[in-house]
């Protein structure tokens, strides 16, 4: 590419900057009158330079995107799986709960059996103790009405017809004049 003067920049790698030297050749007054058929001409030859380095950056930044994508679905399957993961151990961990709480009701399973056991034995006992105190109170009420009979048997009664007492008082005398 020819340029009038020192308006071309010089790059890192020591080429000329094609666009630094586009810039300086339109902001320059043409030494030349340019011919309507030569305008087209560098225009295409402008676009010739142009396009091949942006065709370049397109295909970059297409792989760019598409290997951005397929990062992105990647990560979208590691996080599925570490959620999968996360219940996963929360399902782990309520096992360990239930298989917990399971031993405890086993645990309250049996002593409440030997509750039972134990009630049902106390009400047992209970009645059996029930039945000897009904068996004393009987016992005593009819030591008591044979006490209070044989008392009454002892008392001296008192004699309403005298002929009859005589008989009743001394039997054995009679049956000794006989």
């Known amino acids: 590419m020819a ?4 308006a071309a920049a010089v790059t890192a790698d020591g080429g000329v900057s ?3 030297a586009v810039s300086d050749v339109l902001s320059e007054k043409p030494a030349v009158e340019i011919s309507r058929d030569a305008a087209p001409q560098l225009a295409q030859g402008l676009i010739n330079s142009i396009v091949p380095p942006l065709d370049i950056l397109e ?3 297409k792989e760019c995107r598409e290997s951005q994508q397929s990062i992105i679905t990647s990560l979208e399957a590691q996080s599925t799986l570490l959620k ?3 219940k996963f151990q929360e399902v782990m961990e309520a096992m360990a709960l239930l298989s917990l709480f399971h031993g405890k009701l086993l645990t309250i399973r049996k002593d409440m059996m030997f ?3 134990k009630t049902t034995k106390m009400k047992k006992r209970l009645q059996k103790l029930e039945g000897k105190k009904v068996k004393l109170a009987t016992k005593s009420a009819r030591e008591l009405e044979q006490a209070r009979m044989h ?3 002892l008392r001296a009664r008192p004699a309403a017809d005298f002929s009859n007492a005589e008989e009743d008082v001394h039997p054995p005398a009679q049956m000794m004049s006989l």
Request: charged share 30%.
């Open 3 to 6: 340029t009038t003067g020192a």
């Open 59 to 61: 295909n970059q930044l």
């Open 18 to 20: 094609e666009v630094a």
């Open 84 to 86: 999968e993961d996360q």
């Open 115 to 117: 509750i039972a056991d």
């Open 151 to 153: 008392e009454e048997s």
